[in-house]
């Protein structure tokens, strides 16, 4: 053989025809690959959390066989087989050296492989392209199971339940959060471990990871038994999240925008009045005179330490709005641009955004800009009495998404930027750490990135549509996030963009989405809404005592805003969701310990029912319960499958009758109801309530 492996600290080292594979072990069941042009590796850990040291792995075992051209690392559940074959290359002239990688189950089984070099095809599995610099675009290939069924990868709105023949683009956008995590039906989960701007693709004849520019091919793999194993290993991998505070399980209400500390208060004291329950009001963007000021306008809340004082009384926490975006004209610009604090454009004027007026976004991946936004929001928020931060804009969202173009501390955006969301949240998440306020914190964000669930990361589902078909694209939203490691989840109850509040067609879609807010891990008000008048549109025009303009407010959004039978229907679902405090808890308190999501697919609890595999209109919230939203309009019944077989029992909450799981029924779902469906015995308290 003219290549061979060595093995140090029980890591598997390959070198041949200028390139270099390492594998090793990475938590229970589970294995790090790196692979790269002759370099040495980088020793970034990416969205893994450090690797124990090798003594704690020491259950993996490394065999080479006799003559040198196998070697296997055997880690529990998982066996690598890594193969070196020397090619003749009659057109090159010459011997090539190849390594090709195999991943097996406890019986035997291949999971997948990387894709063979074809014969007379010549493929590499690995490929990469330079780009100067140091940097390459790559290309990873696998045979995988062409019977599979495949979940995670984040938030993509779509309705897709089994993501096998998908493809994604691995960057964040505006209702995208890209995850590079896939769990397979087979028995095994994928981590594309690079941050990277670049894409995936599920399809039959292979799995494609590509990344635009890196220093090198970087991947962990798990097996697992079940979707539950293979959960467990990957929050053991990437972080857990940590216990949901009690406040963030009951009602949160929201609109676009609460322009004053007197509109805010109002709200909150007509929440008291008519006995609807609430725990958190949030305060949105453009309470500041300038983006990247991070302080309230004084005009507008002339002592937000009373403000947070009275509504800390009424027992309602306080979150307000963050944005990264640093203004050109903002107190704070000068000091950062000096210091380099701000993502800086690579050609072209440095401007990240002109959502009203020129703008540049902070730099999250600089521990100095971090500390620097934090202490700015500490003293101008914190120390004010605010409780959480919604952290807005966390892509970022640049005005067009030219992701070339932005270079960051830590390297080019091209390179690295779908790190941007998790450090934008770890900023907070630390400084809250410092604070004190250990097991208070919850921080609302727009996107998020492999390990963002260790920083009390509750991610929404961004700007998305008011309609029906984005209502039902929130379910798949909900579950895949969950899959791919993120248990938080929210949406804007109605959707964001433009629900006109007279309008029957929407409150009808705002009574459904309602019912799913209730059923998702926090329930939460919001959206742009308008109201028809006959010079169109209407929204709130906003002036300050000079008569400078400031950003618009939309319509009401409170539950008494639509009449008295959506004000119905907003109640009755906010008591059902008090009533499910102790599950939802209990429901926190195991994704906290184990990774398992809050929201699930049916698969998830009854993987051996294949009919599950590709439900995409229904859910299990944790293990006990199955819901089944209405996403159509006008539908007054809807059909339900109930997973499982006839030793499943299943209990219709409304009506209290019992089915026989395996089977699909038809029920009825007036306006102020949701079907849900509990596992014979445990309905915590649902029947009679629904």
Partial sequence: MLSAFSVIDGVIRWKGDGECLQVEPWGKDSVRVRASKNRRMSDSDGGLLPRRQ?????????????????????????????????????????????????????DGKTLFEELSSGGSLNRKARKYTPLGGGAMSVTASFLAPRDEHLYGMGEYQQDFMDLKGCSFELAHRNSQASIPFVVSSAGYGFLWNNPSIGSATFSLNRTEWFAQSTPQIDYWVTAGGSPADIMHNYADATGHAPVMPDWGLGFWQCKLRYWNQQQVLDVAREFKRRGIPLDVIVIDFFHWPHMGDFRFEDEFWPDPKAMCDELHAMGI??????????????????????????VNAESGIDVGMMFLEPNQFYDATNPEARRFVWEKCKHNYVDKGVDAFWLDEAEPEYGTYDFSNYRY?????????????RDYNKGFFEGQIKDGRQDQIVNLTRCAWVGS????????????????????????????????????????????????????????LLMRWCAFS????????????????????FKESIYAADGSPRLPSGAENEPWSYGDQVEAVFKKFISVREALRPYLHELFQT????????????????????????????????????????????????????????????????????????????????????????VEGRDHGLIGLM
């Fill in 409 to 421: 501390y830590a390297g080019p955006n091209q390179e690295i930027g779908n790190i941007y969301p």
């Fill in 518 to 537: 209730c059923f998702s891990p926090v329930m939460r008000n919001h959206g742009d809404r308008s109201l028809e008048r006959q010079e169109g549109s």
């Fill in 317 to 342: 926490k306080v979150m307000v709005s963050v944005w990264p975006q640093v203004s050109l004209k903002s107190e704070n610009y000068a000091y950062m641009h000096a210091n380099n604090l701000l």
């Fill in 591 to 678: 994704a906290h310990e184990s990774g398992d999501p809050v929201v699930r697919g049916l698969f998830y609890e009854f993987n051996e029912d294949e009919k599950s595999y590709n439900i995409s209109d229904e859910y299990m919230l944790g293990p006990d319960l199955l819901v089944a939203p209405v996403t159509a309009a006008g539908a007054r019944e809807r059909q339900v499958y109930l997973p499982g077989d006839s030793s499943v029992h299943w209990t219709f909450v409304k009506s209290g009758a019992s089915y026989e799981g395996g089977t699909r029924i038809t029920v009825e779902a007036p306006i102020d109801e949701i079907p849900v469906f509990a």
């Fill in 54 to 106: 090798p003594s704690e792995d020491s259950g993996a075992t490394i065999s080479l066989h006799e003559d040198g051209s196998v070697a296997e690392l055997i880690n529990g559940r998982l066996t690598v087989r890594l193969t070196i074959r020397e090619i003749f290359n009659a057109g090159a002239g010459g011997l090539e050296s190849r390594c090709s990688l195999a991943f097996i189950n406890a």
């Fill in 453 to 508: 669930q260790r920083y009390a990361s509750l991610v929404w589902s961004g700007d998305v549509g008011s309609t029906f078909e984005d209502l039902r694209a929130q379910i798949t939203c909900a579950i895949h996030m969950g899959m791919a490691g993120i248990p938080w989840f929210t949406t804007d109850m109605g959707g964001f963009h433009d629900g006109r509040i007279d309008s029957p067609e929407f409150k009808e």
